[in-house]
């Protein structure tokens, strides 16, 4: 009956099915890339740099390659020569690449060599063996320093400097003015898979097994790296072990590929989990000063958002942390800016909401102590200097239902009864108690994307689109996508993805993936069904004769007219009658640039927090978490809500785990495991409830849908901070906080006053 219903209704979008591939996953049948082991297949294992920067003078090859079970170690005298130079950026999405092209080195943890053996454990063995010697230079590590520049664009195109108004004179009319500096840490990739890569060459056929969030990037990167065209480069990424931006780039996995050119057998390269900390880009730190200035009564006149990052020393890539100053708050004069300094690092890059996630961290604790310091409640004082439409650009937003957002989310956290002074607080076994508020906002993207869809005459679907699940459901959500455009039950339908012989359905990034790809399987779908009923509207045996296309509707594997749902028929038999076996569509999607003229295009939320604090040792748990997202059509709200626990979870570390310390005389990260680079586990993360707030976004793309893979992370950390003030009355502007910050905090105040 249930299944009759939804047909009736004719629409899985909405509804909360459990994933498609979950089977697969909890009986371990789901094969991920470093489960493939093609015949004849070798070992390789990274050798990496233990200094950042200087010259590798010594490698004892001869050891390595003495070592039973070893058949080749991979330097820079042997390495297989390459059609480009892996530091030409000419592919879009290209970063520079360490690819053994020198012996030089530029960050710690760079690839140096690469041993090949028949088994994992002789490659490790033989890659020990190397013992090598350097040429070491003195490093820098740090953001402190007077040689800052301000980096032609921040982020991807982003202007680097944007005044709007006159800050400078609403600062000094302000009767109520904050300036304060934030601190975020590097963070490093830490997807439960590591990247890694199978990788086999048949002639000038390439055959790789490897995660990515950008099949077709990779094929272009890969192609012009070896010399070859695309389509002989054949990837399958069925299943990514998380990506988060990390595997959205060619990366070093290529040295995989490198290898088994140099052997003339397949090999199999995976990253260790300290080899992560290097070669596959990072989240920058940042230094954010913040200016604010607001009226007698809590209007904000002037917003400054400067920030200062940094990229590596041999390639740009800057982290745009004040975007979100563009878009959250109204006020006559915004400005924001960037400086940059150089490290002996790898390129940092894209890490999850890059840009909005360190930013929003700044912008929102600014926020908070701007309403403190007018006496106003954090929600009243962001109701008070709510944007009505985008404050630079002067555009209206395409949807935005960031009041309700507030609303439902305070209703469900019992804002109401927050005491307005800090430290009014306690639980039953006297912890301070402090609640926070931090909002949450991402941009709606789109990328370009194609697809395919078939009607069979059995009655089923194929939908095909190169698209890429990480995790966050798309097996799913974009299957429901495409049984809808089909009319057909999800059951009906099959689905493939994750290969790159589909059509290229885009990259999944930019928490664009289902917006785009799902955009372009709704248009595939609808030229498939517009090619069934000119067959049957053109049939005078068909009841549909003389519908016309406007008329007919497909549901359920049927096609019926829309004035009257008893008048149809099913597709097999307009399939039959006209003696085809299937009919076929194809779509496409890409963002409209007239639209981004129009409209601000963002998903917005609120994220409140609960904190505990030991008053006597400083010890900080987040104890409650309750955000309210809104971000226009969801497709489905199991997988959603899980987007959002996974983002507020990740926002729960960088308020209070998470961060990489670097050796200033080394430059090495010295916290390179999942032992001392800490994440939250379990027992860290609090009760978390995620409310999706409806939204309806009649312009951002056909779909309606914004996007929903980021913006979890942004607003939470600050909320965190904030409730830490609250719990406390101390404010706290390094992240992450610690336990010594709260003592040195209270130290200071203590002495000051
Ligand atoms: Mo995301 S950082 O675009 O995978």
Redesign the pocket.
Known sequence: MAEIARTRHGSSAGQPLTRRDGVLKVTGQARYAADNHPPGMLHAVLAISRIARGRVTFLDVEAARAHPGVVEVMTPANRPSLAQDPDDKSVPFSFCLDLLQTDRVRYAGQPIAVVIAETLEAATEGAALLAPRYEAEPVRVSLDGEDAFVPPAVGVGAPAEMWHGDVEAGLAAAVWRIEAIYETPPQFHNAMEPHGIVAAWDGDQLSLDMPT?GLAITQMRLAALFGIRTEDIHIRSPFIGG???SK?LTGPQVLGVLAARLVGRPVKLVLRREQMYGPVSHRAPTRQRLRLGATQDGALMAIHHHVRTATSRFDEFFEPSAGVTHTLYAAPAIATTNEAVRLDMGTPG?????GEASGSIALESAIDEMAAACGMDPLEFRLRNYAEVEPVSGKPFSSKALRECYAEGAARFGWAGRPLAPRQMRDENGLLVGWGLGTATFPALMFQGQARAVLRRDGTGLVEAGAHDMGQGAWTALAQIAADSLGLDPERLEFRAGTSDLPDAGI???SAHTATAGSAIQAAGEQAIARLTELAVADPRSPLFGAGNIGVVARGGRLVRWDDENRGEAFADILARAGLAEVEGRGSAAADPLLAERYAMHAHGAVFAEVKVDPDLGQIRTTRLVGAFAAGRIINPRLVRSQYYGGMIWGVSFALHERAVLDPRTGRVMNADLAEYHVPVNADVPSLEAILVEEEDLHVNTLGIKGV??IGITGTAGAIANAVWHATGIRTRHFPIAIEHLIHEAEASRQAG
């Open positions: 969030q990506g988060f931006g959205l894209f890490m999850r909401a890059p999944a990034g930019g893979g980021e």
